[in-house]
């Protein structure tokens, strides 16, 4: 399989991030951090924080205007592997597209599981730690706006 000139745009990418990550880590562990210690702070007083903390489930309770690009983000890679599922249903097929768009589609598909627990902060959890709905309609307008804004400017 021979990697086309759009593809080829993916490695940069790849090569920063993965860069990025191991130089920030590397860094951490040489300040005298370590891989498994986390403890709790006494920022933590409400015992529903600390009981979703012991089941290992992300505490995003607060609105706050720098928790809005990560849920718009993570629905953009959604609608865009939407997009490619409706792409490859109705029109080119699965495989032509499969063949065109290889590493998009692997990217787009491990950004949806590496944001699961988002996803769920957005639309399934009752709790107080999810996502506030006026975090989550943010998010969502201004994913469907870029959408449409790509999508028509071609």
């Known amino acids: 399989m021979s ?4 593809q080829a745009w993916f490695i940069p990418f790849v090569y920063v991030i993965i860069g990025k990550y191991t130089w920030s880590f590397v860094e951490f562990l040489w300040c005298g951090g370590t891989t498994l210690a986390f403890v709790i702070t006494a920022k933590v007083a409400d015992e529903d924080v600390s009981q979703r903390h012991k089941k290992e489930i992300m ?9 809005t690009p990560l849920p718009t983000l993570a629905l953009l890679n959604l609608y865009c592997f ?7 249903i109705n029109g080119k ?3 032509q597209v499969y063949d065109s768009l ?6 787009y598909g491990a950004l949806i599981l590496i ?5 769920q902060a957005l639309y399934l959890r009752k709790d107080k ?3 506030p709905a006026t975090v989550a309609f943010k998010s969502m307008s201004f994913a469907v706006v870029a959408c449409t804004c790509f ?3 071609y």
């Open 129 to 131: 730690g999810k996502i």
């Open 151 to 153: 999508k028509f400017s």
């Open 3 to 6: 990697i086309s000139r759009s």
């Open 59 to 67: 505490e995003f309770g607060d609105s706050s205007p720098m928790l």
């Open 82 to 88: 939407a997009g490619f599922l409706k792409e490859a």
């Open 102 to 107: 290889t590493l998009q589609i692997l990217m």
């Open 93 to 95: 097929g699965i495989a």
């Open 115 to 119: 944001n699961l627990p988002l996803y």
